[in-house]
């Protein structure tokens, strides 16, 4: 009786997003089993997407039915489950992006395989948003993404550059063979150090496993190892509202010269202090999308915003064309991980995609200068 009441509830809430239970359409939902719907009214998030995994419901066109549920805003009538309130209580009491945490996210996601993230990226392993104006597939449109951010910042021949977040080298490799400038890539994930090590042998770049609070201790100790400028692709996510000063303050005391700073990552509409508890716990944990408001007061005083941009469509392209390509491997990958990883992943860059179509999400290209400096 409970199921069937709760049922009737979900139907109402999702007609209101045009999406109906065992409908015939792209985006409906598939229900295979009727505990699904306590369980999601019960967990919200965390519930929908452990019952995605454990094969309770699917969607034809999982991406359509995420952009279909977040343009009808439905989460703003719906009481937020203990889970959610927990990780607000978390991150107002304490700081969940301490030094001491940096490298969870590194063991808990970008360490999970080179494997996995050869076979979804790239040639050169960007992850992060491309840049799809003109590109035909996805290794132009992200060595675009390249380009753009080394002539945002004026790379040139001896450019001591900084790359906070350098993933598995993608720019540092990039501006050296291009542009013959000097980077030091710093990252939280042995994984990605011990590849980006490999693909930069013989050029001139350092990539070092380190937090980006290490940066000040090393400018402190020796200050010929400033930068001429920074650049942090997709990284920020990981800092954490309470570090946002800090981060912005160590940019930069470690840049001098032109001092530009470009800042690529994902924000969200309005200022939060938590993560959704499903990205959290499977994805990204420690993790906490910023808002602009956020990001401007924690540069005040230290940084001008000279370019803002909103690349949400092209990453919404990006997702789908890395879902593409996980799909289209998943026969080689299946060896190391189940196909309830495979659920899980999927349901990952689905909600990606439909919250930057919907533009619940955004994604910022920010270029920044000194404050005060002469232009």
């Known amino acids: 009786m409970l199921a069937n009441s709760l049922k009737r509830r979900a139907e109402a809430l999702l007609a209101r ?56 805003k439905l989460e703003r009538n719906a009481l937020p489950p203990w889970r ?24 808990g996601h970008y360490d999970l395989g080179n494997d996995l993230f050869e076979a979804m990226l790239d040639k050169r392993m960007v992850y992060t948003c491309a840049c799809w104006d003109g590109a035909e597939n996805l290794d132009a449109a992200q060595e675009a993404k390249l380009e753009f951010v080394c002539r945002s910042i004026g790379a040139r021949p001896g ?37 980006a090590q490999e693909k930069c042998s013989g050029l001139p770049v350092e990539i070092r496993l380190q937090d980006y609070r290490d940066l000040r201790r090393d400018v402190q100790r020796d200050s010929t190892r400033k930068f001429d400028c920074a650049v942090s692709l997709g990284m920020f996510e990981h800092v954490g509202s309470k570090n946002y000063r800090t981060f912005m303050e160590i940019v930069h005391g470690a840049i001098e010269g032109c001092g530009r700073f470009y800042l690529s990552c994902i924000g969200k509409n309005v200022s939060v202090r938590m993560t959704d508890a499903w990205i959290e716990k499977y994805i990204f944990p420690n993790s906490m999308l910023p808002s602009l ?23 919404d392209r990006t997702l789908m064309a890395w879902y593409a390509n996980f799909k289209e491997h998943w026969g080689e990958l299946r060896a190391r991980y189940d196909e309830r990883f495979f659920r899980m992943w999927k349901f990952y860059l689905m909600a990606s995609a439909g919250s930057f179509r919907s533009r619940r999400l955004q994604v910022w290209q920010m270029l920044f200068s000194p404050d005060g400096a002469a232009h």
């Not at 956020?294 to 001008?304: K, P, S």
């Open 84 to 107: 959610a309130i927990r990780l607000y209580l978390q991150s107002l009491l304490l700081n969940p992006q301490t030094k001491s945490r940096s490298f969870k996210v590194g063991e």
């Open 159 to 195: 450019m001591k550059i900084l790359d906070i977040g350098c993933g598995w080298a993608s720019f540092a490799k990039y501006a050296a063979e291009k542009y013959c400038a000097k980077v030091t890539g710093i990252t939280v994930s042995r994984e990605q150090a011990r590849l």
């Open 17 to 72: 997003a045009d999406i109906r239970i065992n409908g015939d359409r792209p985006w409906d939902l598939i229900v295979h089993r009727d505990e699904f719907y306590p369980r999601v009214f019960r967990e919200g998030s965390l519930g929908l997407g452990e019952s995605y995994m454990d094969g309770w419901w699917d969607s034809p066109a999982l991406d359509e039915f995420f952009d279909h549920l977040f343009r009808a």
């Open 293 to 315: 408001k956020q990001i401007g007061a924690a540069t005040e005083g230290l940084f001008i915003m000279e370019d803002l941009q909103n690349w949400a469509g092209d990453y």
